[in-house]
């Protein structure tokens, strides 16, 4: 079944910190699951190692772990939505650019630099002297920043440019040797340290090659955070801004007149993400675009144009905190100009697509008169499907029925991938206080079972024809490759976990849960009666404790109540809190739950 999501996250509860992995612990998981923990266990520790890491002393509690997990989840959900419909996967623009491996920007050690390049200590330098006394001098810029030259004496040249360096100790020389050539050139380039702060993925002070470039340390700091910006970058040498660089010049036109030489002591800041939006459809580059120019036009131009395929018989679509905005396409880009864009903006520029693609389907089964394959058009609803298959028969069960869809299914497999490998790390945690702890632990079981569960792609969605004719928000758009269910009214409830005689029981409208919890034995020793789940036909997951939460009248037919084991011991307040969390953030993970005989 497919409620191993919550009772993952009910397990995570009730373990307790630890530091090591207990061999014995190990051995106890199945063979699959020991392999992924040591590999994780492995990975950890090759990450700790990292010199540009600082180490990290804290322990993430137990309650810690799911509130970031449901965080995380709930950022997924937010970009699969963003996208339905449209291109999947869309990234902000210039991320791409870091996600290599680390040397793609790495400097090559070549000292054939420009005559700007900014001599630092530790620089080696060539000086051949032609004239009354002639010679060739091996120079190294000590770390006071200065050369000695034999019989001429001492420069201070750090920070200085590779020509203006050149100039001075050319005149310098003639003042004492008259009528002297000087020929200097750059052999060997030293370290310098520099400090990235602000909005980096890994701030802090890096020694890296006097050649480096902008790209290249951010690439060092593991390229630019999540909230960080691509276009509002700083240098500052002693306190005073020198640059400001805007990395989209160099990704978008090519432009590398910003590709600034860093000195020793420089501070790069990254400040904040500015406003972003996203573009999709027929543009070269579709993405999520940080704006300074609002007009649509210019965001048109940062997708690098328009592309051939570009359906101008439809209108730009813009989707704005849940409203759309149409705009008209005009072969004159400038008029788009005048159109102006709001941060979180979604546009939408259509694409002509060939019909000899293939038409867009959906399948419906169960309880109509005309199950099968049909095919839909854009402005196909759940209502008008359903009508083309001949409406419902009399034993329909609308309440249960189900809407399953792709995108949703690669939605759990993100959601699952990210709590089964949460798990695993706190395995590593834990496993010690775990094997030793005594007693059974139910983790293992879930994990073995977790790791075979499937994704369904439910999506929440009203079957009622009434209210979906009177609510047309409610009517929800078909999508290629949706699948439709409509099971038959059953008459049992489910009653699973630790009750004495699991199985299906006669539904009666007037039995709370705790009676059919009663009519299958009673609980068992190993039951935690103060986490009894009740799932509804419809797929929403609620807590069932002392009626709190349901009444008797609230259970359906085809409702199933999962009363989970107990595998450890926590404070029932921080639990009762940490679910109530749990099941509002996980809805539409819990609501892919299916009829009780998936």
Same mark, same amino acid.
């Given at each position: ?216 340390? /951010? !690439?060092?700091?593991?390229? =630019?955070?999540? +909230?960080?910006?691509?276009? $509002? *970058?700083? #240098?500052?040498? %002693?306190?005073? @801004? ?67 395929? /570009? !359906?101008?018989?439809?209108? =730009?679509?813009? +989707?704005?905190?849940?409203? $759309? *905005?149409? #705009?008209?396409? %005009?072969?004159? @880009? ?81 959601? $699952?991938?990210? #709590? ?87 539904? $009666? ?90």
């Amino acid at each position: 079944m497919n409620n191993k999501i919550f009772l993952f996250l009910l397990s995570i509860s009730f373990f307790v910190s630890s530091q090591s992995i207990d061999e014995n612990f190990l051995e106890s998981l199945p063979v699959n699951i020991q392999q992924d923990v040591l590999n994780e266990a492995s990975k950890s520790q090759s990450q700790d190692q990292n010199i540009y890491r600082s180490p990290n002393t804290k322990q993430e509690l137990p309650g810690e772990i799911v509130e970031r997990l449901i965080r995380e989840i709930d950022e997924v959900k937010k970009r699969y939505a963003a996208n339905d419909g449209q291109e999947k996967n869309l990234k902000r623009f210039g991320d791409g650019f870091f996600s290599s491996i680390q040397s793609s920007f790495m400097p090559i050690n070549d000292p054939s630099f420009s005559n700007g390049y900014i001599i630092n200590p530790s620089d080696k330098l060539k000086l051949q002297l032609i004239g009354p006394k002639s010679g060739i001098y091996d120079l190294e810029v000590e770390r006071d920043g200065s050369v000695s030259i034999p019989n001429i004496g001492k420069f201070f040249i750090a920070g200085m440019q590779l020509e203006n360096v050149d100039i001075m100790l050319r005149e310098a020389i003639n003042l004492k040797l008259t009528g002297s050539s000087t020929f200097l050139t750059l052999t060997g380039i030293g370290d310098i340290q520099i400090l990235m702060v602000g909005n980096v993925k890994n701030p802090g002070i890096y020694t890296i090659s006097g050649n480096t470039n902008i790209l290249h340390a /951010l !690439d060092v700091a593991g390229g =630019i955070a999540e +909230n960080g910006s691509y276009r $509002n *970058i700083s #240098i500052k040498r %002693n306190n005073n @801004l020198i640059a400001d660089v805007d990395l989209y010049e160099m990704f978008i036109y090519g432009n590398t007149a910003q590709d600034y030489n860093l000195k020793s002591g420089d501070t790069i800041l990254v400040g904040p993400t500015g406003s972003q939006v996203t573009i999709s459809g027929a543009v070269s580059n579709p993405a999520i675009y940080e704006i300074k120019k609002k007009d649509l036009a210019s965001l048109i131009m940062l997708a690098n144009g328009l592309t051939q395929d /570009l !359906d101008s018989e439809r209108t =730009i679509n813009v +989707n704005r905190k849940n409203k $759309n *905005i149409n #705009i008209s396409i %005009n072969s004159e @880009l400038e008029a788009l100009s005048k159109f102006q864009l709001q941060a979180g903006d979604n546009v939408y520029v259509p694409k002509y697509i060939p019909k000899a693609k293939g038409a867009r389907t959906i399948s419906i089964e169960g309880q109509v008169y005309q199950p099968g394959i049909y095919t839909i058009n854009d402005d196909e609803t759940l209502s008008s499907v359903i009508k083309r298959a001949g409406g419902y028969k009399s034993n329909a069960y609308t309440i249960g029925s189900v809407l399953r869809r792709e995108s949703l299914k690669k939605l759990e497999e993100d959601i $699952n991938e990210r #709590i089964y490998m949460d798990l695993i790390k706190y395995i590593i945690n834990t496993s010690s206080q775990t094997a030793s702890g005594g007693g059974e632990s139910g983790l293992p079981l879930l994990l073995s079972e977790f790791k075979d569960t499937k994704p369904v792609g439910r999506m929440p969605a009203e079957f009622d024809i009434d209210i979906l004719e009177n609510d047309i928000n409610k009517d929800i758009a078909m999508r290629n490759g949706d699948e439709i269910y409509i099971p038959p009214m059953p008459s049992e409830i489910y009653v699973f976990g630790e009750v004495m005689n699991p199985g299906s029981r006669i539904y $009666n409208s007037a039995s709370g849960y705790q009676e059919y919890i009663k009519e299958s034995g009673g609980l068992t020793n190993f039951a935690l009666d103060s986490h009894i789940v009740i799932v509804s036909p419809d797929g929403i997951a609620r807590k069932g404790k002392q009626s709190l939460f349901l009444n008797s009248s609230s259970l359906l037919p085809g409702t199933l109540i999962y009363v989970p084991r107990e595998v450890g011991k926590r404070d029932s307040l921080q639990v009762t809190a940490l679910l109530t969390n749990v099941f509002s953030s996980l809805a539409i993970s819990l609501a892919s739950l299916n009829s009780i005989s998936d």
